[in-house]
């Protein structure tokens, strides 16, 4: 029989309170508050709620009071608990009882000697029955007992050595993997116009191989500082810097702390493992919105050398991107801080009030008096058309002129307003001659042109673009 690491009979800690800080790095603090009954001299301690992906280094037991006097002489980390796979792979080679049931509902006891575990291994389990072979079990394995050392769930052990008697209230923490949370939003406005409802849920994942009956839960938006650390363990890492994030509602207790926000859940929760939970965390009845919608079909950016190629059969796309920006101030019903997440837009079609989905993006997290921008998808009625109708360069003389023809069309029966962009990509010295329309410079390789159109109305765009060096 293989033998197994035998550990001295620990004295389990009772559980007390729990409250978890999740990141957005698929990360977690955990805290417990356990009472701790320390003996003069040396004892041994099990903690049996630790995740099955705890960072082992991240573990720190202690008096948040400061007062009790004790040492840690040793910290272990157990994941391996009791299971049929692993207590196969105990008694390989040894001859066991399988307990099978027969149609007839007898039971029946059938010998059996394990060649092959299949444990850890991919491979199937070889039983060997009256000299035979075989590559399933018989039936049920019954194992014999095993001694005190085997453990149902992952556990945290210490050896703790106190100079007199202790009894107070321990924190442990530690860092775990498997925990996730994002921010989700429904923005529901009217068939006609852009005064929404906005609704943001908070979803949780609890992924960490263990079960939280009532745990106080805190949120941080914002990135911290990960070290990856790679010792052939996955779940090697440590976090250097712990910073958190803020927001406000009427159920979720928002703060700034640090350079992040935190996010304080109204109530304890219970999180099962493998389960997904949501909690509503804003709701505002009048946010103000407003759709944009930009012609901007040339990918092409400004790369740092002069761009000689005319390409005057290029096609380009004729898609209008529909746009939605909000102002995330008081004035447009928000002001407070958004982490990042995924909205989605909804119109209430007037004939039966039912919502129907018209769009959805990420937000990135979004501070106060800051706006979202939000691509949801291009207008069937809306068209452009871009082509180069002129191109001419002189190396001499250190220029090149390219002239360009937009055309935006509105085939929809109300007025819109189209945002023609370009980005003037050949090189890094530019003019604009001959605009047909005003412009508006946005960046140092960039300008937009604004074209208000009337129900099926066409306006022609045109410009030349005098690049020098």
Known sequence: ?????????????????????????????????????LPQGSSSFTFDRATAQVLPDSVVLRDPAGKAEFSILEQSYRNDPVSQGLLLDHFEGKTIEFETKHLDGKTELIPGKIIRSGYGRNKEPIIE?????????????????????????????????????????AQLSYLSRGFQWEADYNLVAPEKGETASLTGWITL??????????????????????????????????????????????????????????????????????????????RSLNVKSHKVYYYD???????????????????FSKDVKIFWKIKNDEASGLGMPLPKGRMRFYRSDDAD????FVGENNINHTPRNETIQVYTGNAFDLVGERKITNFLSNERQNWMRETIEITLKNRS????????????????????EKPSLPFQKTDAQTIEFTAALKPDETKVITFTAHYHW
């Open 297 to 315: 079909p040339v990918l092409s950016r400004y790369r740092g050398n002069r761009h000689r190629n005319p390409t005057p059969h290029q096609t």
């Open 129 to 169: 029955i009256n000299g035979k072979l075989q590559f399933t079990l018989p039936g049920q394995p019954l194992f014999p007992a095993l001694g005190d050392d085997s453990i149902l769930r992952p556990t945290l052990g210490w050896q703790i050595h106190a100079p007199t008697p202790a009894k107070f209230a």
């Open 353 to 356: 009030g039912n919502l129907e």
């Open 205 to 282: 994942i609890n992924r960490s191989g263990t079960d939280f009956q009532e745990a106080k839960v805190k949120l941080v938006a914002g990135n911290v500082n990960i070290i990856q650390e790679n010792r052939g363990d996955p779940f090697a890492s440590r976090m250097t810097g712990m910073k958190s994030a803020r927001m406000a509602e009427s159920t979720v207790q928002e703060k700034a702390f640090d350079d992040f926000h935190l996010y304080t859940l109204p109530r304890p929760l219970r999180m099962r493992d493998q389960e997904t939970k949501q909690v509503e965390f804003i």
């Open 1 to 37: 029989m293989k033998s197994l690491a035998l550990f001295p009979l620990f004295l389990p800690i009772a559980q007390a309170e729990t409250a978890l800080t999740i990141y957005n790095q698929d990360l977690a603090v955990i805290r417990e508050s356990l009472p701790l009954d």
């Open 413 to 432: 029966k109300e007025a819109k307003t189209i945002i023609a962009r370009e980005h003037l990509w050949r090189w890094s010295n530019w003019e604009i």
